[in-house]
């Protein structure tokens, strides 16, 4: 079975641009969550969605959004770039909001 | 606000020798304590994990050891490989079971 999936691997933006990134679970996965992991540092919480709902949010600024589809997938938008965004953006999935999450490779953003 | 504290930031070990990682919690409301293992260009992956009703908990090679009352979890690596050598973190899963606190993480270098 595949694992999580994330695209791109890697991107390049520049201050005030817009991404998104994409995140496909593993098969059966009703959970995805989003981290952002600064190089040299720990994963850090984003986001939690669970059926389509969003069920957690971190402490990150409201230019940070996310969404889950019927099919579970999810995409992760962040508006307006700062260079600060720089980071490895992690998602992950799993059975239900209590379960072992699974990570994915990560998508790579670079701010310029 | 750093909630997990992780230690040493960088471990070098002979091979077959014994790695040690510690981490230390600040939030009561933590029940469940992973311990994630990270490659270079990969997300991390699960690798053992324990709840706090349990004091120590082992698989294979790898054992968690936990003092409620101290608020300390550490990890032990037995017999450590080369092929141990990457980044390990530390976790702790929130009462809602929607969020991991990770620590900042512990290179592990294993040398031959």
Same mark, same amino acid.
């Given at each position: 079975?595949?694992?999580?999936?994330?695209?791109?691997?890697?991107?390049?933006?520049?201050?005030?641009?817009?991404?998104? &990134? !994409?995140? =496909?679970?593993?098969?059966?996965?009703?959970?995805?969550?989003?981290?952002?992991?600064?190089?040299?540092?720990?994963?850090?919480?984003?986001?939690?969605?669970?059926?389509?709902?969003?069920?957690? !949010?971190?402490?990150?600024?409201?230019?940070?959004?996310? !969404?889950?589809?019927?099919?579970? =997938?999810?995409?992760?938008?962040?508006?307006?770039?700062?260079?600060?965004?720089?980071?490895?953006?992690?998602?992950?999935?799993? &059975?239900?909001?209590?379960?072992?999450? @699974? @990570?994915?490779?990560?998508?790579?953003?670079?701010?310029? | 606000?750093?909630?997990?504290?992780?230690?040493?930031?960088?471990?070098?070990?002979?091979?077959?020798?014994?790695?040690?990682?510690?981490?230390?919690? %600040?939030? #009561?409301?933590?029940?469940?304590?992973?311990?994630?293992?990270? +490659?270079?260009?990969?997300?991390?992956?699960?690798?053992?994990?324990?709840?706090?009703?349990?004091? %120590?908990?082992? %698989?294979?090679?790898?054992?968690?050891? +936990?003092?409620?009352?101290?608020?300390? +979890?550490?990890?032990?690596?037995?017999?450590?490989?080369?092929?141990?050598?990457?980044?390990? +973190?530390?976790?702790?899963?929130?009462?809602?079971?929607?969020?991991?606190?990770?620590?900042?993480? #512990?290179?592990?270098?294993?040398?031959?």
């Amino acid at each position: 079975d595949a694992g999580v999936t994330q695209s791109p691997t890697h991107l390049i933006k520049t201050r005030g641009q817009q991404v998104t &990134l !994409r995140c =496909s679970p593993i098969s059966g996965h009703k959970s995805v969550s989003w981290y952002q992991q600064v190089l040299g540092q720990g994963p850090q919480f984003i986001f939690q969605y669970y059926e389509k709902e969003e069920r957690g !949010r971190g402490n990150f600024p409201d230019r940070f959004s996310a !969404r889950q589809f019927p099919n579970y =997938s999810s995409e992760l938008n962040v508006n307006a770039l700062l260079l600060g965004d720089s980071a490895l953006y992690l998602c992950a999935s799993s &059975l239900s909001a209590y379960e072992k999450l @699974f @990570f994915g490779s990560g998508t790579q953003l670079s701010v310029l | 606000q750093q909630q997990v504290k992780q230690s040493p930031q960088s471990l070098i070990v002979q091979k077959g020798g014994i790695s040690i990682i510690n981490c230390a919690y %600040e939030n #009561t409301a933590f029940d469940y304590f992973p311990w994630y293992q990270q +490659f270079p260009g990969k997300g991390p992956a699960l690798l053992i994990a324990i709840r706090p009703d349990v004091s %120590e908990k082992k %698989e294979g090679r790898f054992t968690i050891s +936990f003092n409620k009352s101290a608020k300390q +979890f550490s990890l032990h690596i037995m017999d450590s490989q080369p092929g141990d050598s990457a980044t390990y +973190f530390c976790a702790a899963l929130n009462n809602a079971g929607n969020m991991l606190t990770f620590g900042g993480g #512990t290179r592990l270098m294993v040398k031959p």
